[in-house]
């Protein structure tokens, strides 16, 4: 009886997994074609002890952002409006982001900016967004589908990084990461499909090393 209760509770999550994956390996793949047949930079998969550029963006008040990481850790979550599983992931990123501020700097990285301030402002939320990263970035860092987490040390060097809302096991290790406790995901939304980035072909910068 134990364990059919087990392997019935499993269920839902073994579905949730699956769906995360082909949704994340669907999005992966067109952002590359895409960024392919647009001359963008190709996407490069983001590995943990490798060092990322600095970051330079746009803030909300429309001024350019520079994050360099030289005072403290950060956590970068990176997010888009049109995200169906980053909504149902929002109430996680907002735990997040309260539980890591005495000891991280979060921000967060919209890789669309339509309606931005609105999608912020009707969620009430009070986060430092960065947004209009100029294509090689988005590449150096493997920004191409949301929601992603990426834990980035002094000097630009990479700590962590999980791809994807945070289902039960991505849920376990993020806890365990940083000493948190988390609500878990929200009810599916109408929908719930990653977004993709549109890549870009203006505003390409040299990446720093």
């Not at 590449?139 to 060097?157: D, F, H, K, M, S």
């Amino acid at each position: 009886m134990e364990a059919a209760q087990r392997t019935s509770r499993s269920r839902p999550d073994l579905v949730l997994l699956t769906l995360l994956a082909l949704s994340l390996a669907g999005n992966v793949y067109l952002y590359r074609t895409r960024g392919m047949a647009a001359g963008a930079p190709p996407i490069q998969e983001l590995k943990q002890g490798q060092t990322v550029p600095v970051l330079r963006g746009r803030g909300l008040d429309g001024r350019d952002v520079t994050l360099d990481f030289k005072t403290r850790e950060a956590v970068l979550y990176v997010f888009a409006p049109k995200c169906g599983w980053c909504e149902r992931n929002l109430a996680n990123a907002q735990s997040l982001a309260r539980a890591v501020a005495p000891t991280h700097d979060f921000w967060a990285i919209a890789l669309d900016a339509e309606n931005l301030p609105d999608y912020l402002q009707r969620r009430d939320l009070r986060w430092r967004v960065v947004s209009d990263l100029p294509a090689d970035l988005r590449a150096a860092y493997g920004l191409g589908v949301t929601p992603q987490t990426i834990v980035v040390g002094r000097n630009g060097r990479i700590l962590k990084t999980w791809s994807g809302a945070y289902t039960s096991e991505m849920e376990r290790q993020i806890e365990s990461y940083f000493g948190i406790d988390l609500p878990g995901l929200t009810s599916s939304p109408s929908r719930a499909g990653a977004f993709v980035a549109p890549p870009r072909r203006d505003r390409i910068t040299k990446a720093e090393s």
